[in-house]
């Protein structure tokens, strides 16, 4: 078993030339950064169904071993998942076509907690990105970037997550949680050629957005978006690699995600 899992490591450190080919078994350490499906999970104030998750069997068999099966439902959008560019995007990338190399690879967190819990309507700037480089060296290309704005801490809350207790079409005008600036979301698709987005919160887009415009120049540039992350406060400014693998849907716009991280050298 430690071999294959060392085997599955090194794989893994092939698929970018960043990361630190002294990545070994000993070496690695998984953080989840993802929330468990239950009947708790949140999703968009509007989606018609929850997550479902029914038992058709659970018990001891006429043969007298124990089994256990059960059918789930949810909503491709929801809980920590995935964004496929197709999902404000026409004719780009579906789940199922994401190519791995878009959905592993080297991260950063940029913790913008301070400015945001102090601001529920706050939006990630370049400045934000640019304080961040003073001390830690400009992003380098397909950099996978994830932005800390402490409200995993509020999931699954759903007032403190969201803003409003609401569901339904009227719960969107109360919405009110932090997001990346489109004009940021555009800097790091030009800029910094960055692999895929991410961050603790319901969407890459403020609370308030009409137009959902991070939304549609990240996937537009059919690069993957992470929503509902969890325990970025478990992780370092930079020095991680990232396992993100969706539910493989065929056409899918969107899917639950297991997303997780490991600590290799900082560059």
Same mark, same amino acid.
């Given at each position: 078993?430690?071999?294959?899992?060392?085997?599955?490591?090194?794989?893994?450190?092939?698929?970018?030339?960043? @990361?630190?080919?002294?990545?070994?078994?000993?070496? @690695?350490?998984?953080?989840?950064?993802?929330?468990?499906?239950?009947?708790?999970?949140?999703?968009?104030?509007?989606?018609?169904?929850?997550?479902?998750?029914?038992?058709?069997?659970? #018990?001891?068999?006429?043969?007298?071993?124990?089994?256990?099966?059960?059918?789930?439902?949810?909503?491709?959008?929801?809980?920590?998942? &995935?964004?496929? /560019?197709?999902?404000?995007?026409?004719?780009?990338?579906?789940?199922?076509? &994401?190519?791995?190399?878009? &959905?592993? $690879?080297?991260?950063?967190?940029?913790?913008?907690?301070?400015?945001?819990?102090?601001?529920?309507?706050?939006?990630?700037?370049?400045?934000?990105?640019?304080?961040?480089?003073?001390?830690?060296?400009? %992003?380098?290309?397909?950099? %996978?970037?994830?932005?800390?704005?402490?409200?995993?801490?509020?999931?699954?809350?759903?007032?403190?997550?969201?803003?409003?207790?609401?569901? #339904?079409?009227?719960?969107?005008?109360?919405?009110?949680?932090?997001?990346? *600036?489109?004009?940021?979301?555009?800097?790091?698709?030009?800029?910094?050629?960055?692999?895929?987005? $991410? *961050?603790?919160?319901?969407?890459?887009?403020? $609370?308030?957005?009409?137009?959902?415009?991070?939304?549609? %120049?990240?996937?537009?540039?059919?690069? /993957?978006?992470?929503?509902? *992350?969890?325990?970025?406060?478990? &992780?370092?400014?930079? $020095? %991680?690699?990232?396992?993100?693998?969706?539910?493989?849907?065929?056409?899918?716009?969107?899917?639950?995600?297991?997303?997780?991280?490991?600590?290799?050298?900082?560059?």
């Amino acid at each position: 078993m430690k071999k294959i899992l060392f085997l599955f490591v090194a794989g893994l450190v092939g698929c970018s030339q960043h @990361v630190n080919p002294a990545l070994s078994f000993n070496d @690695v350490t998984w953080i989840d950064l993802g929330h468990s499906y239950d009947r708790s999970t949140l999703y968009w104030p509007n989606n018609i169904k929850g997550f479902e998750h029914v038992t058709e069997a659970a #018990g001891k068999t006429a043969a007298g071993y124990y089994y256990s099966s059960y059918s789930i439902s949810t909503p491709e959008h929801g809980g920590t998942h &995935l964004d496929a /560019p197709i999902h404000f995007a026409e004719n780009k990338l579906t789940v199922d076509q &994401l190519p791995l190399s878009r &959905l592993t $690879g080297n991260a950063v967190v940029i913790d913008v907690s301070r400015q945001a819990l102090g601001n529920r309507d706050y939006q990630v700037k370049i400045e934000d990105i640019e304080g961040w480089e003073k001390d830690n060296n400009t %992003i380098p290309d397909n950099t %996978i970037i994830l932005f800390r704005t402490g409200y995993e801490d509020f999931y699954p809350d759903r007032e403190k997550y969201f803003g409003t207790l609401k569901t #339904g079409p009227e719960a969107i005008p109360e919405l009110h949680f932090p997001g990346i *600036l489109p004009e940021t979301t555009d800097w790091l698709v030009k800029k910094r050629n960055i692999k895929a987005l $991410g *961050l603790d919160t319901p969407s890459m887009d403020y $609370g308030q957005s009409k137009e959902f415009r991070t939304h549609q %120049i990240l996937l537009g540039n059919n690069k /993957p978006g992470f929503e509902n *992350l969890a325990h970025l406060d478990k &992780l370092p400014p930079k $020095g %991680i690699y990232i396992v993100a693998l969706p539910m493989k849907i065929a056409n899918g716009s969107g899917a639950p995600l297991r997303i997780i991280a490991t600590l290799t050298s900082p560059f």
